[in-house]
């Protein structure tokens, strides 16, 4: 068995991984991601504690950036963990057994492209579009590492010159624009109120005030602020929030165009949260793809929902074991 690790802003995930791809055993805990390092790294090693026996690699997405191959990791979206050794305290954890860790995003990619939707393709990108925006590069049926491991990063590529200021310190990075959190605090700066679309009132009626005085009370909705409900409510017809899903769709057009001009790519799959919001998302997204994909090369490209699942960043993970002569040297 190989241990799985996925490591993201959200969510910490293990499980073991047999050398066909099937996921077992899996673990979730949520990521402390303001935690010490220490804190975060205690949480890890608790997750991954009931399934070390018998391990015989162990295999890790995390977000990135990171020095790779040695693990030294650095993710923009778990500030308590910068230049955390990752890759040498999970040796110290398994010795004897190969330890690899790779982008998350890079993990994703290589899931599809060994058991998902690019199998039997030579040259994909796999993205995440979730906490962050990330992706991962295989050309010629191997996975393209870059000088530094971090090639086919496209949540970097600038979609808005003038847009938002990014994580990363520059300014309309696909990821500044598209990333849930920024998506979702961008449509409450519109005057998106989580729900509104699907509650009884609707949005055109005022809720009814809470306060034991009758007085006007702003609108508070229970449900949680999270790309999933910003989703749910352009579906539901909400303006804002269909507004924002169309400009999330447009930046991912924008940046994909780009990268299938530069790579001659045959398939694009987007996996993480938002990839799940159906055609709010992939509908104005194929629209900007398609008005600025105009190379004939280009216009076979395909684009589709990563197949996977929750578990892509498990089996990529595991691949980097299992199938490196493909996804790690």
């Known amino acids: 068995m190989i241990l799985a690790v996925d490591v993201g802003g959200t969510k910490m995930a293990a499980a073991l991984v047999t050398p066909q791809g099937e996921v077992r055993s899996v673990r979730r805990a949520t990521t402390p991601r303001d935690a010490p390092a220490e804190t ?162 609707g949005g055109a009626e005022p809720y009814p005030s809470t306060r034991s005085d009758g007085g006007a009370e702003p609108y508070v909705e229970d449900r949680e602020v999270t790309g999933r409900a910003l989703a749910a409510d352009a579906r539901a017809g909400d303006a804002v929030a269909l507004a924002a899903m169309r400009r999330a769709g447009r930046a991912l057009g924008l940046a994909i165009a780009s990268a299938t001009h530069l790579c001659d790519l045959d398939l694009v799959t987007i996996g993480g949260g938002l990839s799940q919001s159906g055609e709010v998302l992939f509908g104005p997204l194929e629209e900007t793809l398609r008005g600025h994909a105009r190379m004939d090369f280009a216009r076979r490209l395909t ?27």
């Open 40 to 201: 975060l790294w205690k949480t890890l090693a608790d997750l991954i504690e009931p399934l070390e026996e018998g391990v015989e690699g162990v295999g890790v997405g995390c977000g990135g950036p990171m020095t790779w191959p040695d693990g030294v990791v650095s993710p923009l979206n778990i500030p308590g963990w910068r230049g955390f050794p990752l890759g040498a305290r999970l040796g110290e954890r398994f010795p004897g057994a190969p330890v690899r860790v790779h982008n998350d995003a890079i993990c994703l990619a290589v899931a599809e492209h060994w058991r998902g939707a690019g199998q039997g393709l030579a040259n994909m990108l796999g993205m995440v579009v979730s906490t962050g925006v990330g992706g991962g590069l295989v050309l010629g049926g191997r996975l393209i590492n870059g000088g530094t491991g971090n090639a086919g990063h496209i949540g970097h590529v600038i979609v808005e010159p003038d847009g938002p200021v990014c994580g990363c310190g520059g300014r309309g990075c696909l990821e500044a624009v598209a990333r849930g959190p920024a998506l979702t605090e961008w449509a409450l700066s519109q005057g998106w109120r989580p729900g509104a679309a699907t509650r009884p009132y």
């Open 303 to 329: 684009v589709r929902p990563a197949a996977l699942g929750q578990e892509a960043g498990l089996v990529g993970a595991a691949a980097l074991i299992l199938a490196g002569e493909r996804y790690w040297t």
